[in-house]
């Protein structure tokens, strides 16, 4: 693919060239723009908007394009332009410049179920919806191709699929299921879930964000862990009163310019729970006719969290709401494609607010966002609204005092015996509301259940499964296709449990599964083969649970996704490690996550971890991560090069991104200021730095590497500051290994990515001076100019020892002397060449830099 990176700039930031618009509309002049600079190819190409949007932050337009050839669209050929003050001042495109078709016919206008179901591997298909046709580049031609999305029925997987449109051969597909691990070993997923039914109607006929008369917002408050609070084992709830942002929430929280809601739902978010799994709205709390969200809340050992769902859905509706306005004032507005059913005539294309769902009944330990997409194509509104499922968490156990998952009923020497620790599996049902199911064991053949036992050899049988050899999905589907209603898969050498992943076949089980040690495994198996017949119940006592609804940290995360998806390319798919291994989106999901806790008093010392409260840790815990969040190496000392050992572990990868990001937060912090409420001051460091992420996200490509992420953000300084920051950026990026020659290698390797520590020359004369706080004058140099040697003067007559270094431009020192405060020595000059030099006085701890110019 041939990349075309064009800086045609902006002449009053000195950065790009010029090419002015003279008042055009966007279309008509992006079409003059192509055509000129030849970007386009033949002239059966052309280009659509898809959408374009007014960033204040950088006082441009934003628009992201895609070719089209023959009418229809092609394939990730995307392209990006930037217009600020009536000129184009950068673009960028991914088009193809020659396009050949084959000759292939019309192709099918639908695909059949089975053919979907075979090619992608699922059971059952709840829903198939198609966009218009494309084509796709095979083998240096160009194939008709459909592009569609596949609803698994079984599991969350929403699966986006690029398929030959005549013979159905799966061209490119990518699971929008975002998986994200909460716990460290149990291959646990988070889900980027498909959410409310999708919106097909004609542009002209879309009135969802149309409505320009305002409604005066109703009273409303809230008992909840506000933020900055991070969960509850960080502080206590709060009510508020009417916490909304008028400029993000015109009506509040509980309108959406057409109802007012007294529950839990309105224009931003719908939080209810979905205990049954079901993906359909079900209860939710009502604060009444004051919409007085106060509810009880307790937590511990012997509490069961259904009774306080109250309380957890109105933090998790407070959450949304709250991000939501948080993010709108950083750039997440309706032209960004953010989430609002009415868009109020600003802009995008509204009808997809958050469907957030508590108490999820599709799996344990873990969260998830799906962020759907909004999109136009010929005039046609393509809508997938996004969707939160937040699950309970399941507290730590001990030999003393296991979680409760399963109960012999006969014999009676088997009933007496003591519970034994065991984990869950994030797949299956998960035996909600007093559930359970009951039958006598069975022990599969073959033990590991790898291939399929006989057919009926396992019916209305609880299964025991060895855990060797293969996934846990595919011995549970193995056991279930031969009959069981349930499984006990059992480690053979340990006798620690683990909680189980799904894997590729996970989300065809039906059936509950339970994962035990090995001694009690041992035990039923030589039970079971001398001829017991052991009768069992698997339950699943939900005591001492917690809530993911109240962890904030985890609530931002997931909200996380949906802002980098929308603001990345196209909308959506552009973040798949199915396009592109340096997948960072776990990292700006944890970066948003620290910054919306950012506590008064936090200082860069501070190390912090992700997800404590999930992970039963104190507040002080390493949380779900490898190391904690630090700019100290001495701790964590993670650079670009460890993720060549991440191979397909999103989350570690995430993890190097997110650093790079808490080392740049700190430097903006030293430069201007800290307060940890972003909306406090626009000025302060924390609202700068989060400013230029969701920018960088804005002019990022799709599919960006860690390469185009660093770039996108020096672009965006330049852009909005001339530059300001270009060598704290670059120096931030290069203490973890992405200088100037980092290379990211083929998109497509997870192994190839090349490390640097090295900045642009010019950032060299800072010598580190941005890293520390000077003091005020105390030493003057002189003469200077100077030709042949200066002197170094102490004004403040202090006692300590004097270092005087002196380095050329590219940052290599020259001259180097230590004296004592009262010697009056010289330095000589002479033999340095003409130009510009840097005097670095040390005294103590106080450091001064000065500009020598040596003729």
């Not at 997409?373 to 969707?387: D, H, K, M, W």
Request: hydrophobic share 35%; with cysteine.
């Amino acid at each position: 693919m041939n990349r075309k990176i064009f800086l045609q700039s902006f002449c009053a930031i000195g950065f790009f060239a010029c090419n002015v618009i003279n008042g055009q509309s966007s279309q008509e002049t992006l079409k003059n723009y192509y055509q000129k600079n030849g970007l386009l190819g033949s002239s059966n190409s052309a280009f659509i908007i898809l959408n374009e949007d007014n960033s204040k932050s950088l006082g441009a337009n934003i628009i992201n394009t895609q070719q089209t050839y023959n009418g229809l669209r092609v394939y990730n050929a995307l392209g990006k332009v930037i217009i600020k003050e009536g000129k184009i001042i950068l673009e960028k495109n991914d088009f193809k410049k020659n396009i050949f078709i084959t000759n292939q016919g019309n192709g099918k206008d639908q695909f059949s179920e089975d053919l979907l179901k075979q090619n992608l591997g699922l059971k059952n298909i709840a829903r198939v919806e198609y966009l218009p046709d494309v084509y796709f580049e095979k083998n240096n031609v160009f194939v008709l191709a459909k592009e569609l999305f596949v609803t698994d029925k079984n599991s969350s997987d929403v699966w986006h699929v690029v398929a030959d449109a005549n013979t159905g051969e799966i061209l490119t597909k990518d699971n929008l299921t975002v998986e994200c691990n909460f716990e460290h070993s149990n291959g646990y997923k988070e889900q980027e879930k498909e959410s409310s039914p999708y919106v097909n109607s004609d542009l002209e006929n879309q009135k969802m964000s149309t409505n320009s008369s305002l409604l005066v917002p109703s009273n409303a408050s809230y008992n909840v862990f506000a933020l900055p609070i991070e969960a509850p084992t960080f502080g206590g709830r709060s009510v508020l009163n009417n916490p909304w942002d008028l400029t993000a929430s015109p009506e509040g929280w509980h309108s959406d310019g057409t109802n007012s809601y007294t529950n839990t739902r309105g224009n931003n978010v719908y939080a209810y729970s979905d205990q049954g799994n079901t993906d359909n709205p079900g209860y939710s709390p009502d604060g009444g006719s004051n919409r007085n969200f106060d509810f009880t809340y307790t937590e511990g050992r012997f509490v069961n969290p259904f009774t306080h769902r109250d309380a957890a859905i109105t933090n998790l509706f407070y959450m949304n709401n709250k991000i939501h306005d948080v993010f709108y004032k950083f750039g997440f507005t309706e032209s960004a494609r953010n989430f609002q059913t009415n868009n109020f005539s600003n802009g995008g294309i509204g009808g997809d607010a958050v469907r957030a769902e508590a108490f999820d009944g599709s799996g344990l330990n873990n969260a998830n966002f799906a962020s759907g997409y909004e999109t136009v194509i010929s005039g046609q509104i393509y809508i997938l609204a996004p969707r939160m499922q937040m699950y309970l968490w399941d507290r730590a156990q001990t030999t003393a005092d296991p979680i409760v998952r399963y109960q012999y009923n006969s014999p009676a020497n088997v009933v007496s015996r003591p519970k034994v620790m065991t984990g869950s599996a994030s797949f299956g049902p998960l035996l909600f509301d007093g559930q359970s199911v009951t039958g006598n064991l069975a022990v599969a053949s073959p033990a590991d259940a790898c291939t399929q036992p006989a057919a009926g050899s396992l019916t209305n049988k609880i299964a025991i499964i060895t855990s060797t050899s293969c996934e846990y999905g595919l011995k549970v589907l193995n056991a279930q296709t031969a009959g069981a209603v349930g499984v006990i898969v059992y480690r053979p050498a340990s006798d620690t449990p683990l909680n189980m992943g799904p894997g590729t076949y996970g989300n065809q089980v039906t059936i509950p599964a339970i994962n035990m040690g090995m001694t009690e495994g041992n035990f039923l198996v030589t039970e079971v083969n001398n001829g017991t017949v052991i009768n069992t119940t698997l339950i699943n006592d939900f005591n001492g649970f917690k809530h993911s609804s109240l962890d904030n940290g985890i609530v931002v995360h997931e909200y996380g996704h949906g802002i980098s998806n929308r603001l990345t390319g196209q909308g959506y798919s552009c973040l798949s490690t199915s396009n592109s291994t340096e997948q960072m989106g776990e990292g700006w999901s944890d970066f948003f996550a620290l910054m919306l806790t950012a506590r008064p008093g936090d200082t860069s010392a501070l190390a912090r971890g992700i997800g404590t409260y999930s992970s039963n840790q104190g507040t002080t815990g390493v949380g779900i991560r490898p190391e904690k969040y630090t700019p100290d190496f001495a701790i964590n000392d993670y650079t670009y090069q460890a993720t060549n050992s991440m191979t397909g572990n999103s989350h570690s990868i995430g993890f190097v991104w997110a650093s790079t990001l808490w080392d740049l937060t700190w430097k903006y912090i030293e430069k201007y200021g800290y307060n940890s409420d972003v909306l406090a001051d626009p000025n302060s460091g924390n609202a700068r730095i989060l400013q230029m992420v969701v920018n960088g996200l804005k002019l990022q490509a799709c599919s960006p590497t860690f390469i185009d992420g660093r770039d996108a953000i020096l672009q965006a300084d330049m852009i909005a500051t001339n530059g300001a920051d270009k060598c704290m950026i670059w120096k931030a990026f290069a203490k973890r290994g992405l200088g100037v020659n980092a290379s990211a290698g083929s998109k497509t390797v997870w192994t190839d990515q090349v490390e640097d520590f090295s900045f642009p020359q010019e950032c060299n004369t800072v010598l580190g001076t941005e890293e520390i706080k000077t003091s005020e004058t105390k030493y003057v140099i002189f003469p200077n100019p100077t030709y042949d040697e200066f002197f170094v003067g102490n004004i403040d007559k202090s006692k300590e020892e004097v270092k005087i270094n002196v380095f050329d431009m590219s940052g290599k020192r020259i001259l180097s002397d230590t004296r004592e405060y009262t010697s009056k020595k010289g330095i000589s000059t002479k033999g340095l060449q003409k130009g510009v030099y840097m005097v670095v006085i040390k005294q103590g701890d106080k450091i001064q830099t000065e500009k020598l110019i040596v003729k």
